[in-house]
Structure formats: C-alpha cells, structure tokens
C-alpha cells in the first residue's frame, strides 16, 4: 500500500501535458549506449511496480471482489453479491457517518482557509527577521499528526480541569462544565477545533507560497489610483492566488472524507473512539469498525469503493466548479 | 473580569489610542499582536504538554500550567510520570520497556523513510531523463492511481499481508510503504531541473547510467531529498492504521498505537500518557529543525509552478 | 567520503541501522522467557486476581514440577490482540482470562472456528456442571457451547449508609419493591432539599448514562439483550418498563437518584452522604473498604427491592470468565490447573477472605471465611449474604453483537430520557417501546447478514 503522508503535496503540474512531458526526455544517442540504456529505466522503475503490483493494483482489484463477499477474519469469505452494498447504502449509522463527515469538511473548508489565508497575508506582511519564527510557529502543530494531537485534545476537552475549558471560561465565561467529549452535539465541534488546530498552519504555507505570485506592481498602481484593501483583495490577490486556492480546497476535501485517527484518538476512551451515539464516526471510522472490529472485510471494502466514488465526485465537481470561477475573474 | 480578559482589553485600548495618531504604527502593532496570539495558542498545547509531564499527579489538575514559584518543590515537579511510563510493562512475550516502542518507531519510519527515497528517485529519475516504451502509460497510471483513498485498500491488504505469512512483522510495514508514486512525481519534477548537458558529458566520459544517477543526479536534488525525507519520515512515524491492524505482539507496536492503547488504560491518570505523546514528538521535531528550509521549499514548488 | 543523498538521509539509515540493531540484539534473550519457557501462560487483566492467585499456583508448580507463568496484560490490549491474533494464528497465550462482554467478539464466525476449546462436554462429563451455579454458564457460550469456566457470580445487592438512612427513620426491610423504594426515595428527596432547591440527600447512585446498570436492572426484571437462542430480546415488553422506570428516577419531577461516578467523585459522595443507597456487586464491596476507610461501621448491605412482590432481589454486574486457546499445548495440565484454581473448595474460602468475590462453585459456601462478620459493613456476613441470592442471579447471555446491542441500547435510553425531559409522562411508554424496538430491529438485521452465524445453526436451543 502506498504511503499517505500526512502532509500531501501535489503531483507535478496538474494536469500535465503529456506530450510535452514525453518529448522532455533526452534522445539517447549511440548505438552501444541504446541498448544498455533502453534496460535501465525499467531496472530504476522496477522496486515501484512490483511493489506496486502486489500491495495496490492486486488489492484494488481483490477490494473488488471482496465487496460482494462477507467475511470472518481473512479466512473465511461467503459470497453474497450486492448485500454489503445495499446494506451499507441503508444503514443509518452510515447515514450518520458521512453526515459527520460532511459536516466536518464543510466546517474545514469554511473556516479552515479563510483563516489560512487571513494568516498567510498577515504573514506576507511582515519583514523576514520574524515571519521566519511566526511561520514556525504556526505550523509547529502540524508536525504532531493526527494521533498524537487527538491523544493530546482529549485531555485539553476533560470538563472542569481541560485547559481549553478553561481558556474558554477565561475568554467568555462559559464552557468549564461542558463535556466536549461526552456530550454528542459537542464531539464534531471539537473534532473540528483540534483538526483547525493542527492544519491552519498547513494550509498558510501554500497560501504564503501563492501570495508570491500576486503581481506587486499591480498592487501598488490600484493603491495609487485609490482603491481599497478590499478592493484589492477580491480583483487582484484573489485571481492570482485561484490556481492555488483551488488545489487548497480540493486536497482539503479530499483529506477531510478521509479523516478517521483525530477522532478515534481524540475519543479513545470514550465509546471506543466514535464517540457517544457514534456522533464521532467517519465514513473510514465506519469502516474500521465493520473491517476490522467485526471482521467483516467485505463489508469494509464495500464502504471503500462507496468512499472513493463519493470522494471522486465531489473533487471533479469541485475543480469544475472553482476552476470556472477562477478563469472567470 | 479575570486577568485574560483585563489583558485583551488593555492590548485593545493601546490600538485604538494608537489609531489616530499614528495609523501605520497602529496597524502594524495590531498585526504584530494577531501573530502573535495565533502563536500563543498554535503553542499552548505543546507549553501545557511540557508542564503536565513534570507536574505530579495530585497537582496535575490544580494548576492550568505551572505551580506559582512558591509552591514547586519535589512534590509538585517530579519525574514520577517518566519512571512510571518508562518501568516495564509485562506481556505475553515478556517485559517490554517503552524505549522498545520508541526504538520500532524509529527503525520502521527511518528504514521506510530512506528506501522510499532511494527507489522514488531512481523512478523519478528514470522518469524523467529517459524515453522508454510505457512511459506514458505509468505516468497516467500513476496519476489516477492517486486519486484512490487508501482506506479502500486496506481490507484487501489485511488478506494479503495474512496469506503472505508477514502477519505481525516489521515486513508488512515497510514493503508496502517502501514506494509512493507521490514520491516518484516529486523527483520527477526535481530531476527535470538537472541539466541534459551534464548527463550527456558524464555519459561520453564513460560513466554507468547507475552512478549517473548516484553521484551526478542526486546531489543537483539535494533540496527535494532533504524535503521528501521529512514528509516521508513525519507520514511513516504518525502512521496508525497499518501497525494497528498488521501488528500483534505487545513488544513490536509502534508509539501511536502504544499510545492509543495507554488512553484507554490510564485515562485517570494521564501524566502517563502524556509523557509517551512527548517522547513521541521529538524525533519529528528534531528532523524538522534541521530540514525546515527544503520541506518548506519542497512543499510549496509543486503548488506554485504552474 | 560525500554521502550521494545528502546529510539527513544518511543520518536516517544511520538510525534504521542502529534501532534495527537494537531491536534484533540479544538482550530479550535473557528474558524468563528463554531460560526455561513455561509449560503454561496465564494471561489476566485483572492485577488483583494474578494477586490471588500466587500462594496457589506456587503450590501447583511444586506439585507437578512445571512453570506456570502469569502475565498481568491490559484488558483493552489484551482484548483487541487477542482477537485479531486468534484469527491469524500468532502466538497467544495458552489460558486467558475474558472480561464479561467479550465473548462474543470471539464467538463471531463460526463455532469450529472459535480460537478457544469447546468445554461442554468436559463439564458435562466431569460433573462440574451440577456443582456451579448453572445460570452462570450462559455468560460464556455461544450457541449451546460453552467456552470459558465462570469465575464468579456478582450477585448485585444494595450498600448504604446505615447511620443516615437510620437517622431519617427508614427501615430498609420495608423496602421489598422497587415502586416501594422509590416513594420513600421521594420523601427523602423532599425532605432533605434545602431552600436553595438542591437535595442535601438523594436516594440512590444512578448514572445517566444506558450502561451497566440499567442493563442488570433489566436482567432483574426478567429480560436482556439476547435470550438464549441468541435473539435480541432488549426491545420487551420488562426492558420497556425498567427504561421508563429509569429516565423517571433520573430527572424531572420524581428524581430520586444522582450520578455520583467512581473514584474520586464517588468517594466524596459516600462521604457526605450525598447518595443513601449504592448498587454494590461483592466485588465493589471491597473497593470501597480501601477506598472510603472512614465510613466503616456505618455501611450496610440490603437485597435489590424488587420489581414485582415476590420477584427476584438481586442481579448481576460484571464476570471474567477463564478460555482455554486452542494453541494450549496441554490441555489436561491447564484443565488441572483451572480447577485447582478456580474450584478447589479448600482454597476458595482463603480466596474469599482475600477478595470478598464469590465464587460460582456451590459446595465453597459453606466454609466459614464466608460468614466471617464485616465489621466495615456493620456486622453482615459478607459471604453468606451474597451467597444466598446468588442462585437467583438470572441468566445473562453474550452474543458477538453484545458490543453492538449495548451501544443500541444506550442509544435507545438516551433518547427517551430526552422525550421524558421535553414532554414528560405523556406517550413516554409508547416511546420508549418504539425507540427500544427501531434499535433491536437494527441488531436483528445486522444478525441476519451474518452467514456464519446462520451456517452454524445459531437457532439451536442451549442446553439449560
């Protein structure tokens, strides 16, 4: 299986032009040189597709398979055709996963950049001497990963003594009491905090890296024929940071429907970590629990294709959508 | 009115007063003074983190950070969380210690982190310095095969990895995760930098495509190792899912599931746990301070090149 | 000599090399493990049981020249690597304890392919089944067949603060009935609610939560999660009425209970009284003599009310249950040790003395460590009082869905205890019942998928 790093950058220019990628390659001149050389490429490639061929393309296609049959354990397998599928597609907890999940991208996206983006030009601002430690500091969190940060949230949330209850008391007077972890209409808000937490800095790196691409001069000729900061930032930083904002959104989102260890960990001991009336459980946290709690692997790779279709929908909605957008203005 | 709110209020009034006298000092000031509440609570947690492993565990709910000054004393600030974390724990196999944990972390991220480095960039080197047939079809193939969230594999590979017969070894950890086409594209895209002139001199020099890509290649890339090897490194040692399920033996468990594990077990008395999230997070840290500049470079090269 | 790929990769094959070193290096090879392994592995969770337990096994490796080794493992660890070990075929331990619930998980598939020994017919056979309390089996099988011995009954009874309930003036002998219980329970609410509105005294330690003790007063009332067959049973006409009798008992008007937790919150409680009475199965008995020391002489035990005149007083909460892997390389010498262990009359009493738990074997009540009085409960023999309900504890039976089906269950609770807060009394039954049986339903039809289960005759009636 290939690795997931936590941090995801993107692949070379999406999306690539192949031809002009094709051509890129230096002919291989000489005739001795040819046949050694015309080996080689395969040898460099070769750890890649086997490793490739026997820990992904033959799991995709046993993924497969696998849905139209149940199982107990990796032993044991009964086929029982569209039964995973329907019932997945019926069951209310996987209703309510991915209206959690849903709830949490949307919430990601909608708070998550604006503020990304707001710190990135706050940043861009500055002189180098300190945008160097603030930049660090920001997404120090970043470094911890989602294990780590939901261990950690899950004592910051306990009611009384959590320093983020406290923090809440202090700044508005409410929240000491509050079970973020206990009480299941304060679970995804929480999830949603410690998550904002850990990616605002993640996503104010490439915002900083886009705010390069804004055209200063550009900038300084709308100042001085008298235009507004807003005015500023909606026609000139906006249209050259879209290509960027875009990519932002789409990985986010795509990140997002994938989120299950913040929550398992964050709600650790509470309810085995899907919190209370599964108010913490993901689609992935779904299928976790049907893959590897019950055992059923079928059932699990079922909710896998569901997962990967939804996720591939929203994406190319979302780069038509905000690609438009963005070749527009 | 406590002492939080008595702060923010004087920080707001230095603003306003500020404003119409000088309103370039008082703008920067009110940036100056976002960033760097930002800051403070991006670093809060890690600050709280420090002083609850230290703290005892009577004290640990009494005070939000620190005891006052007057108060600390070996009572209140002890080491009692490390011995505690660090005495063996009895298991099936026997007394494992956790430095065990620490030290399975560090061989499957370390040992993961540098094989995927040496083979994505031999493939992105392959990739992008030659012509061969199916070129176009891999890169594609790539491509999409990116585009599959990994959960959907994960079943699939609980058999696989079980009819291997690699079921609770360090194996089924690190093959799988030894190459990533994310990679591959990254060094792609590196490699593309490395002049065609100087590949074509070594070559009439007589030099082998390997040592080509040894000694000429990989040093012009340094950058994009220094990056790759941090985004792998952080990826393969935050890693949950894949030791949780491949894993059995109590002694050959990585920290995050360790510590996933101490959650449930220790939950009223975290000083325990807490100090496994800190000893967790160091070798991150250390790998970043030292490689910040390339991952920030690496990280963003890809975003901005149009 | 310049590393080709630069400073840090180096230092990361540096550190693979080095921590692969470490871990492969022989300083496991001096562990216990290798100087003679042990001709049988005990696994338990529970610290104070392998506690126990040293005296006996001492003894047993002395009688039988062999290494007995006993591992004090996490319960959630020992739970989680159990199961998915089992079905790969690692390495597991040769005798394990499980924690009550838990069977079930391991129970899933089908019966052949369960990781622990069938020992129905060897406790048919050997008699152990007349000599144990027979209900107590039902927590440890699956489809007629049972898989691990019971280590204890848990009868459940009531402890309470005898110097308050005495100095308010109840006699906690009329207090035969739950409907009984809870109208003196109110008077004492009233009349210890002090002008602020809140209850210096409440009557009973309930949670609020739909957990473990709604779910013993339900096995009380005659029901369960699962019947022996293995049907969902939570949505009965008895699960209904303790659900409505509980959310009532827990707020709004007629509240006469507070949530007073465990550990430290539950010791302040005791203390101060603030609850009278406390759901107290023998193993809590001693936790809350080590626990709260100071309230000695002033506790005292009375039998659960009943739900119905005549009905039975007491329950049952928690149980660990001993399995033996299949992977156990001597069964006649583990089997020897778990009777040894576990029913030998002669140690049970010593045992009892140590844990204050009761053990399921019937012939061990009657040795005088279980009338040995409790000074710390007033006076009562401990022993003898558990022991004379624990023939009524009821039957409990686990599933693989057991997990599953408490999740439901709390879900169900949760939401009729919201309809009572909103709209009280009014169509609460009918609500509950509804919600009760839109939960079971959803266990029935996630069973129902279930091929294995189905393959392996789950229907088949269990010998009782």
């Known amino acids: 299986m290939t690795i997931r790093p936590a941090i995801a950058a993107p692949p070379a220019p999406p999306p690539p032009n192949l031809r002009r990628a094709l051509s890129d390659a230096p002919r291989i001149g000489g005739l001795g040189w040819r046949t050694r050389a015309r080996a080689v490429p395969y040898f460099f490639l070769?750890?890649?597709?086997?490793?490739?061929?026997?820990?992904?393309?033959?799991?995709?296609?046993?993924?497969?398979?696998?849905?139209?049959?149940?199982?107990?354990?990796?032993?044991?397998?009964?086929?029982?055709?569209?039964?995973?599928?329907?019932?997945?597609?019926?069951?209310?907890?996987?209703h309510k996963a991915m209206w959690n999940t849903t709830v949490f991208a949307f919430f990601s996206i909608c708070l998550q950049l604006p503020l990304s983006l707001g710190l990135a030009m706050l940043l861009n601002a500055k002189n180098d001497r300190l945008k160097g430690i603030f930049r660090l500091a920001i997404f120090a969190p970043n470094l911890a990963g989602q294990v780590f940060v939901g261990i950690l949230f899950s004592v910051l949330f306990t009611p009384h003594y959590g320093l983020f209850n406290r923090f809440l008391q202090a700044l508005i007077g409410w929240g000491l009491?509050?079970?973020?972890?206990?009480?299941?209409?304060?679970?995804?808000?929480?999830?949603?905090?410690?998550?904002?937490?850990?990616?605002?800095?993640?996503?104010?790196?490439?915002?900083?890296?886009?705010?390069?691409?804004?055209?200063?001069?550009?900038?300084?000729?709308?100042?001085?024929?008298?235009?507004g900061p807003a005015h500023i930032f909606w026609n000139i930083t906006v249209p050259a940071i879209a290509p960027v904002a875009t990519f932002v959104v789409v990985?986010?989102?795509?990140?997002?429907?994938?989120?299950?260890?913040?929550?398992?960990?964050?709600?650790?001991?509470?309810?085995?970590?899907?919190?209370?009336?599964?108010?913490?459980?993901?689609?992935?946290?779904?299928?976790?629990?049907?893959?590897?709690?019950?055992?059923?692997?079928?059932?699990?790779?079922?909710?896998?294709?569901?997962?990967?279709?939804?996720?591939?929908?929203?994406?190319?909605?979302?780069?038509?959508?905000?690609?438009?957008?963005?070749?527009?203005? | 009115?406590?002492?939080?709110?008595?702060?923010?209020?004087?920080?707001?009034?230095?603003?306003?007063?500020?404003?119409?006298?000088?309103?370039?000092?008082?703008?920067?000031?009110?940036?100056?003074?976002?960033?760097?509440?930002?800051?403070?609570?991006?670093?809060?947690?890690f600050a709280w983190l420090v002083c609850a492993v230290f703290k005892d565990s009577t004290v640990l709910n009494e005070y939000s950070f620190l005891p006052p000054l007057s108060k600390i004393?070996?009572?209140?600030?002890?080491?009692?969380?490390?011995?505690?974390?660090?005495?063996?724990?009895?298991?099936?196999?026997?007394?494992?210690?956790?430095?065990?944990?620490?030290?399975?972390?560090?061989?499957?991220?370390?040992?993961?982190?540098?094989?995927?480095?040496?083979?994505?960039?031999?493939?992105?080197?392959?990739?992008?310095?030659?012509?061969?047939?199916?070129?176009?079809?891999?890169?594609?193939?790539?491509?999409?095969?990116?585009?599959?969230?990994?959960?959907?594999?994960?079943?699939?590979?609980?058999?696989?990895?079980?009819?291997?017969?690699?079921?609770?070894?360090y194996k089924a950890l690190v093959v799988p995760a030894a190459v990533s086409a994310?990679?591959?594209?990254?060094?792609?895209?590196?490699m593309l930098g490395v002049p065609n002139e100087l590949i074509e001199a070594a070559r009439i020099d007589g030099w082998g495509e390997f040592r080509i890509y040894l000694t000429l290649a990989m040093p012009l890339v340094r950058p994009m190792s220094g990056a790759f090897c941090l985004i792998c490194f952080l990826g393969a040692w935050n890693s949950f899912l894949p030791p949780n399920i491949f894993l059995q033996s109590q002694a050959k468990l990585t920290l995050p599931v360790?510590?996933?594990?101490?959650?449930?077990?220790?939950?009223?008395?975290?000083?325990?746990?807490?100090?496994?999230?800190?000893?967790?997070?160091?070798?991150?840290?250390?790998?970043?301070?030292?490689?910040?500049r390339e991952f920030i470079s690496g990280l963003t090269s890809g975003a901005v090149k149009q | 000599m310049n590393f080709p790929y630069g400073t840090a990769p180096l230092a990361i094959l540096l550190i693979a090399v080095a921590s692969g070193a470490w871990l492969i290096a022989p300083r496991y090879a001096s562990s216990p493990l290798e100087q003679r392994p042990p001709d049988l592995v005990y696994a338990t969770f529970v610290k104070e049981h392998a506690e126990a337990y040293r005296p006996a096994i001492a003894k047993f490796e002395q009688k039988y020249g062999v290494r007995i080794q006993v591992q004090v493992v996490d319960q959630k660890a020992l739970q989680d690597r159990l199961q998915s070990a089992?079905?790969?075929?690692?390495?597991?331990?040769?005798?394990?304890?499980?924690?009550?619930?838990?069977?079930?998980?391991?129970t899933r598939g089908p019966l052949a392919d369960v990781g622990f020994v069938d020992l129905t017919e060897r406790i048919h056979q050997s008699g152990l089944y007349d000599r144990l309390v027979t209900n107590r089996f039902s927590k440890w099988s699956s489809r007629g067949h049972i898989f691990a011995l019971p280590h204890d009954m848990h009868p459940v009874m009531l402890a309470y603060r005898r110097d308050l309930v005495e100095q308010l003036g109840i006699d906690v002998n009329q207090l035969t009935t739950w409907d009984e219980f809870c109208r003196v329970g109110r008077q004492v609410v009233a009349r210890t609610t002090a002008p602020d509105g809140i209850p210096t005294h409440y009557m009973i330690d309930l949670p609020t939560d739909g957990s473990d003790i709604l779910r013993l007063l339900i096995l009380q009332r005659g029901s369960g999660l699962f019947d022996a067959q293995g049907n969902v049973t939570f949505d009965s006409e008895q699960a209904a009425d303790v659900v409505c009798w509980y959310v009532k008992q827990i707020g709004g008007e007629q509240r006469i209970s507070f949530p007073c937790g465990q550990g430290q919150s539950f010791t302040l409680a005791v203390l101060d009284g603030l609850c009278l009475f406390y759901m107290c199965p023998d193993w809590r008995t001693l936790a809350i003599e080590s626990d709260i020391p100071s309230v000695s002489g002033k506790m005292s035990l009375m039998p659960l009310p009943a739900w119905t005149p005549g009905g039975i007083r007491t329950s049952t909460w928690g149980g660990t249950g001993l399995a033996f892997t299949k992977q156990c390389r001597n069964f006649d010498l583990a089997w020897k040790l778990a009777m040894y262990l576990y029913y030998d009359p002669d140690q049970l009493g010593p045992r009892f003395a140590a844990t204050q738990i009761l053990p399921p074997l019937k012939a061990a009540w009657d040795r005088p460590e279980f009338f040995q009085p409790s000074a710390f409960f007033s006076g009562i023999q401990l022993g003898h009082a558990y022991a004379q309900f624990a023939p009524q504890v009821p039957q409990e039976h686990d599933t693989a869905y057991t997990a599953m089906a408490v999740n439901k269950l709390s879900e169900a609770f949760s939401n009729t205890a919201l309809y009572y807060n909103s709209h009280g009394d009014r169509g609460l039954r009918d609500f509950a019942r509804g919600e009760l049986k839109r939960c079971a339903d959803r266990i029935r039809i996630i069973m129902d998928r279930n091929v294995f289960l189905k393959e392996s005759g789950s229907k088949s009636p269990a010998p009782s």
């Open chain 2, 258 to 292: 360790v510590l996933n594990q101490y959650v449930g077990q220790y939950r009223h008395d975290y000083g325990i746990f807490l100090c496994g999230t800190l000893l967790a997070m160091i070798p991150p840290a250390i790998l970043f301070f030292s490689l910040q």
């Open chain 1, 251 to 329: 990985t986010s989102t795509i990140g997002s429907y994938q989120l299950f260890e913040l929550p398992y960990n964050l709600l650790a001991n509470n309810a085995e970590g899907y919190g209370p009336n599964n108010s913490g459980m993901t689609v992935v946290g779904y299928l976790y629990q049907y893959a590897f709690h019950n055992g059923d692997l079928g059932t699990g790779a079922a909710v896998g294709w569901l997962l990967t279709f939804i996720i591939l929908a929203i994406s190319l909605v979302q780069i038509r959508v905000l690609g438009s957008v963005g070749r527009e203005t």
């Open chain 1, 177 to 227: 009491e509050q079970q973020w972890l206990g009480d299941p209409r304060l679970v995804m808000p929480a999830i949603i905090i410690a998550s904002l937490w850990m990616y605002v800095g993640f996503n104010m790196i490439y915002f900083l890296a886009a705010l390069q691409n804004v055209d200063q001069g550009l900038v300084e000729a709308a100042t001085i024929d008298g235009a």
């Open chain 3, 86 to 106: 089992l079905q790969v075929g690692a390495a597991v331990p040769d005798m394990v304890e499980l924690m009550y619930g838990t069977m079930g998980l391991f």
């Open chain 1, 46 to 94: 070769l750890p890649f597709v086997a490793v490739n061929l026997v820990f992904f393309l033959y799991p995709l296609i046993r993924a497969t398979i696998l849905a139209f049959y149940q199982t107990d354990g990796p032993a044991h397998r009964a086929y029982v055709g569209w039964s995973n599928f329907n019932f997945v597609l019926h069951d209310p907890d996987f």
């Open chain 2, 1 to 45: 009115m406590n002492p939080l709110r008595i702060a923010l209020i004087i920080l707001a009034a230095v603003f306003f007063l500020l404003l119409p006298i000088r309103r370039r000092l008082a703008w920067r000031y009110a940036r100056v003074l976002l960033l760097l509440a930002v800051a403070t609570v991006m670093l809060a947690p």
């Open chain 2, 182 to 190: 994310f990679g591959i594209f990254l060094f792609r895209q590196a």
């Open chain 2, 73 to 169: 004393s070996h009572e209140t600030i002890n080491l009692s969380n490390f011995r505690a974390l660090l005495t063996d724990q009895p298991t099936v196999q026997g007394p494992v210690c956790f430095w065990r944990y620490v030290a399975n972390s560090l061989f499957v991220a370390s040992l993961i982190t540098f094989l995927s480095l040496v083979f994505s960039s031999a493939g992105g080197f392959a990739l992008a310095k030659y012509r061969f047939a199916g070129r176009g079809v891999l890169l594609t193939y790539m491509l999409a095969s990116m585009t599959i969230p990994a959960v959907v594999l994960l079943a699939p590979n609980y058999q696989i990895i079980w009819q291997l017969g690699w079921m609770d070894t």
